[in-house]
Protein backbone atom coordinates (compact mmCIF):
# COMPACT_ATOMS: atom_id res chain seq x y z
CA UNK A 1 0.00 0.00 0.00
CA UNK A 2 1.73 3.59 -1.15
CA UNK A 3 2.21 5.22 2.09
CA UNK A 4 -0.16 8.07 1.31
CA UNK A 5 -2.84 6.27 1.14
CA UNK A 6 -5.67 6.56 2.26
CA UNK A 7 -6.40 10.28 3.10
CA UNK A 8 -2.71 11.37 2.89
CA UNK A 9 -2.03 13.56 -0.70
CA UNK A 10 -4.11 13.21 -3.62
CA UNK A 11 -5.35 10.17 -2.27
CA UNK A 12 -7.87 12.22 -0.14
CA UNK A 13 -10.13 12.85 -2.95
CA UNK A 14 -9.94 9.81 -4.52
CA UNK A 15 -10.89 8.23 -1.14
CA UNK A 16 -13.56 10.15 -0.55
CA UNK A 17 -14.94 9.95 -4.36
CA UNK A 18 -15.02 6.07 -3.48
CA UNK A 19 -16.71 6.64 -0.29
CA UNK A 20 -19.50 8.63 -1.98
CA UNK A 21 -20.07 5.49 -3.80
CA UNK A 22 -22.24 4.51 -0.91
CA UNK A 23 -24.85 6.92 -1.30
CA UNK A 24 -25.50 5.93 -4.59
CA UNK A 25 -26.66 2.43 -3.73
CA UNK A 26 -28.19 3.81 -0.66
CA UNK A 27 -30.51 6.13 -2.50
CA UNK A 28 -31.46 3.74 -5.52
CA UNK A 29 -32.25 1.56 -2.54
CA UNK A 30 -34.56 4.45 -1.49
CA UNK A 31 -35.79 5.47 -4.74
CA UNK A 32 -36.79 1.51 -4.92
CA UNK A 33 -38.54 1.63 -1.88
CA UNK A 34 -40.24 5.01 -3.16
CA UNK A 35 -42.11 3.52 -5.68
CA UNK A 36 -42.60 0.48 -4.36
CA UNK A 37 -44.64 2.55 -1.79
CA UNK A 38 -46.12 4.52 -4.94
CA UNK A 39 -47.82 1.09 -6.32
CA UNK A 40 -49.01 -0.05 -2.74
CA UNK A 41 -51.37 2.95 -3.03
CA UNK A 42 -52.03 6.20 -1.09
CA UNK A 43 -52.13 5.84 2.38
CA UNK A 44 -48.27 3.61 1.98
CA UNK A 45 -47.08 6.87 -0.19
CA UNK A 46 -48.36 8.95 2.97
CA UNK A 47 -46.84 6.99 5.22
CA UNK A 48 -43.52 7.14 3.16
CA UNK A 49 -43.56 11.32 3.06
CA UNK A 50 -43.95 11.10 6.85
CA UNK A 51 -41.23 8.91 7.55
CA UNK A 52 -39.23 11.53 5.54
CA UNK A 53 -39.86 14.15 8.26
CA UNK A 54 -37.93 11.75 10.77
CA UNK A 55 -34.85 14.34 11.34
CA UNK A 56 -32.45 11.12 10.51
CA UNK A 57 -33.67 10.49 7.32
CA UNK A 58 -33.04 14.66 6.78
CA UNK A 59 -29.53 14.49 7.98
CA UNK A 60 -29.55 11.12 5.79
CA UNK A 61 -30.33 12.99 3.02
CA UNK A 62 -28.41 15.94 3.57
CA UNK A 63 -25.17 13.68 3.68
CA UNK A 64 -26.41 12.10 0.32
CA UNK A 65 -26.72 15.37 -0.89
CA UNK A 66 -23.54 16.76 -0.31
CA UNK A 67 -21.89 13.30 -1.83
CA UNK A 68 -24.13 13.43 -4.82
CA UNK A 69 -23.24 16.55 -5.66
CA UNK A 70 -19.67 16.07 -4.81
CA UNK A 71 -19.42 13.63 -7.12
CA UNK A 72 -20.74 15.70 -10.04
CA UNK A 73 -18.19 18.17 -9.45
CA UNK A 74 -15.63 15.75 -9.45
CA UNK A 75 -16.81 13.77 -12.86
CA UNK A 76 -17.80 16.29 -14.59
CA UNK A 77 -15.37 18.55 -14.27
CA UNK A 78 -12.53 16.57 -13.41
CA UNK A 79 -12.82 12.81 -14.63
CA UNK A 80 -14.84 13.05 -17.72
CA UNK A 81 -12.66 15.06 -20.00
CA UNK A 82 -9.51 13.32 -19.19
CA UNK A 83 -11.09 9.47 -19.90
CA UNK A 84 -12.31 10.58 -23.08
CA UNK A 85 -10.45 8.50 -25.93
CA UNK A 86 -9.06 10.60 -28.51
CA UNK A 87 -11.05 8.93 -31.02
CA UNK A 88 -14.43 6.94 -31.10
CA UNK A 89 -15.01 5.32 -34.46
CA UNK A 90 -14.29 7.81 -37.18
CA UNK A 91 -15.11 10.78 -34.80
CA UNK A 92 -12.68 12.95 -33.18
CA UNK A 93 -12.90 14.12 -29.29
CA UNK A 94 -13.14 17.70 -29.56
CA UNK A 95 -11.31 19.71 -27.62
CA UNK A 96 -10.85 18.86 -23.32
CA UNK A 97 -11.54 22.67 -22.52
CA UNK A 98 -15.41 22.13 -24.19
CA UNK A 99 -16.35 18.97 -21.88
CA UNK A 100 -17.21 21.09 -18.57
CA UNK A 101 -18.92 24.18 -20.13
CA UNK A 102 -21.41 21.36 -21.85
CA UNK A 103 -21.31 18.97 -19.10
CA UNK A 104 -22.16 21.82 -16.21
CA UNK A 105 -24.84 23.25 -18.67
CA UNK A 106 -26.51 20.27 -19.35
CA UNK A 107 -26.29 19.56 -14.89
CA UNK A 108 -28.02 22.67 -14.60
CA UNK A 109 -30.96 22.47 -17.41
CA UNK A 110 -31.41 18.45 -16.25
CA UNK A 111 -31.21 20.21 -12.45
CA UNK A 112 -33.91 22.62 -13.27
CA UNK A 113 -35.90 20.39 -15.31
CA UNK A 114 -36.23 17.50 -12.35
CA UNK A 115 -37.15 20.61 -9.83
CA UNK A 116 -39.67 22.47 -12.20
CA UNK A 117 -41.65 18.91 -12.08
CA UNK A 118 -41.31 17.55 -8.73
CA UNK A 119 -42.26 21.00 -7.06
CA UNK A 120 -45.18 21.24 -8.86
CA UNK A 121 -44.33 24.25 -11.25
CA UNK A 122 -45.44 22.07 -14.21
CA UNK A 123 -48.88 20.29 -13.66
CA UNK B 1 -18.06 -17.20 -10.46
CA UNK B 2 -14.88 -14.96 -11.28
CA UNK B 3 -15.55 -16.20 -14.89
CA UNK B 4 -18.91 -15.19 -15.27
CA UNK B 5 -18.23 -11.67 -13.08
CA UNK B 6 -15.16 -11.17 -16.03
CA UNK B 7 -17.62 -11.77 -18.79
CA UNK B 8 -20.11 -9.54 -17.34
CA UNK B 9 -17.34 -6.65 -16.73
CA UNK B 10 -18.08 -4.92 -19.99
CA UNK B 11 -22.03 -4.92 -19.44
CA UNK B 12 -20.83 -3.59 -15.99
CA UNK B 13 -18.61 -0.75 -16.91
CA UNK B 14 -21.16 0.47 -18.96
CA UNK B 15 -23.47 1.01 -16.61
CA UNK B 16 -20.62 2.05 -14.45
CA UNK B 17 -20.66 5.31 -16.35
CA UNK B 18 -24.18 5.32 -17.10
CA UNK B 19 -24.93 5.26 -13.38
CA UNK B 20 -22.48 8.42 -12.79
CA UNK B 21 -24.43 10.28 -15.92
CA UNK B 22 -28.06 9.83 -14.23
CA UNK B 23 -26.68 9.40 -10.74
CA UNK B 24 -24.78 12.93 -10.78
CA UNK B 25 -27.80 14.69 -13.29
CA UNK B 26 -31.05 13.34 -11.56
CA UNK B 27 -30.51 12.46 -8.03
CA UNK B 28 -29.35 15.66 -6.09
CA UNK B 29 -32.40 17.02 -7.53
CA UNK B 30 -34.68 14.01 -6.49
CA UNK B 31 -33.04 13.62 -2.82
CA UNK B 32 -33.16 17.79 -2.51
CA UNK B 33 -37.12 17.80 -3.17
CA UNK B 34 -37.98 14.69 -1.68
CA UNK B 35 -35.08 14.00 1.35
CA UNK B 36 -34.99 17.98 2.52
CA UNK B 37 -37.51 20.41 0.80
CA UNK B 38 -41.18 18.52 1.20
CA UNK B 39 -39.97 17.26 4.67
CA UNK B 40 -39.19 20.83 5.76
CA UNK B 41 -42.51 22.08 4.27
CA UNK B 42 -40.84 23.84 1.53
CA UNK B 43 -43.10 21.95 -1.34
CA UNK B 44 -46.53 23.81 -2.46
CA UNK B 45 -49.03 21.18 -0.46
CA UNK B 46 -50.21 18.92 -3.54
CA UNK B 47 -46.57 18.71 -5.04
CA UNK B 48 -45.98 15.77 -3.41
CA UNK B 49 -49.64 14.53 -3.30
CA UNK B 50 -50.44 10.62 -3.97
CA UNK B 51 -52.21 11.71 -7.05
CA UNK B 52 -49.84 13.65 -9.10
CA UNK B 53 -46.67 11.57 -7.85
CA UNK B 54 -48.87 8.18 -8.98
CA UNK B 55 -49.55 10.12 -12.13
CA UNK B 56 -46.07 11.53 -13.22
CA UNK B 57 -44.63 8.17 -11.90
CA UNK B 58 -47.37 5.74 -14.05
CA UNK B 59 -46.92 7.37 -17.15
CA UNK B 60 -44.51 5.78 -19.92
CA UNK B 61 -41.62 8.22 -19.62
CA UNK B 62 -41.92 8.52 -15.56
CA UNK B 63 -41.57 4.78 -15.70
CA UNK B 64 -38.71 4.43 -17.88
CA UNK B 65 -37.16 7.55 -16.09
CA UNK B 66 -37.75 6.12 -12.63
CA UNK B 67 -36.43 2.97 -13.88
CA UNK B 68 -33.38 4.03 -15.03
CA UNK B 69 -32.57 5.91 -11.57
CA UNK B 70 -32.84 3.20 -9.72
CA UNK B 71 -30.55 0.40 -11.69
CA UNK B 72 -27.68 2.59 -13.16
CA UNK B 73 -26.83 4.45 -10.05
CA UNK B 74 -26.99 1.07 -8.14
CA UNK B 75 -25.01 -0.68 -10.53
CA UNK B 76 -22.24 2.11 -10.24
CA UNK B 77 -22.24 2.35 -6.75
CA UNK B 78 -21.82 -1.57 -7.01
CA UNK B 79 -19.40 -1.49 -9.29
CA UNK B 80 -17.56 1.72 -7.43
CA UNK B 81 -17.50 -0.27 -3.95
CA UNK B 82 -16.41 -3.47 -4.90
CA UNK B 83 -13.13 -1.31 -6.11
CA UNK B 84 -13.16 0.83 -2.98
CA UNK B 85 -12.93 -2.40 -1.40
CA UNK B 86 -10.23 -3.81 -3.45
CA UNK B 87 -8.00 -1.09 -2.65
CA UNK B 88 -8.20 -1.35 0.99
CA UNK B 89 -8.61 -5.42 1.53
CA UNK B 90 -6.73 -6.59 -1.78
CA UNK B 91 -7.40 -9.44 -3.88
CA UNK B 92 -8.34 -12.19 -1.11
CA UNK B 93 -11.81 -11.11 -0.94
CA UNK B 94 -12.93 -9.39 -4.36
CA UNK B 95 -14.63 -12.76 -5.37
CA UNK B 96 -17.16 -13.22 -2.28
CA UNK B 97 -17.38 -8.82 -2.48
CA UNK B 98 -18.30 -9.02 -6.13
CA UNK B 99 -20.69 -11.72 -5.67
CA UNK B 100 -22.84 -10.07 -3.19
CA UNK B 101 -22.51 -6.76 -4.40
CA UNK B 102 -23.45 -7.55 -8.45
CA UNK B 103 -26.13 -10.21 -6.71
CA UNK B 104 -27.70 -7.42 -4.68
CA UNK B 105 -27.78 -5.09 -7.54
CA UNK B 106 -28.92 -7.95 -10.16
CA UNK B 107 -31.98 -8.63 -7.44
CA UNK B 108 -32.96 -4.57 -7.30
CA UNK B 109 -32.72 -4.33 -10.60
CA UNK B 110 -35.93 -6.94 -11.01
CA UNK B 111 -37.77 -5.93 -7.95
CA UNK B 112 -37.06 -2.25 -10.09
CA UNK B 113 -38.75 -3.91 -13.02
CA UNK B 114 -41.55 -5.19 -10.91
CA UNK B 115 -42.12 -1.96 -9.08
CA UNK B 116 -42.45 0.74 -11.64
CA UNK B 117 -44.57 -2.19 -13.86
CA UNK B 118 -46.90 -2.60 -10.98
CA UNK B 119 -47.62 1.49 -10.86
Redo the contacts between chains.
Sequence with gaps: MPHKFPFAGRYASYTVFGMCSVFFVLQSLLVLHAVWELGDGESAWSALLERFENPLYVMYHYAAFAALVYTGIRFFFKLFAKSQPPRIGPLRRPPLALFPPLLGAAWVAATVAFLVVLWGIVP | MKRLILKFEPVIWFSFGG??MV??????????????????GW??A???A?E???E??ASLAGRVL?LV???L??W???N??R??LL??GGQARDEAMATLLYG?AAA?SV??LI??V??
Excluded: E, K, Q, S
Design positions: GFGCLLLPAYVFVTGIAAPLLPDALYRAHLGLLIVPLNGAHLHVDFLCLAAVRL
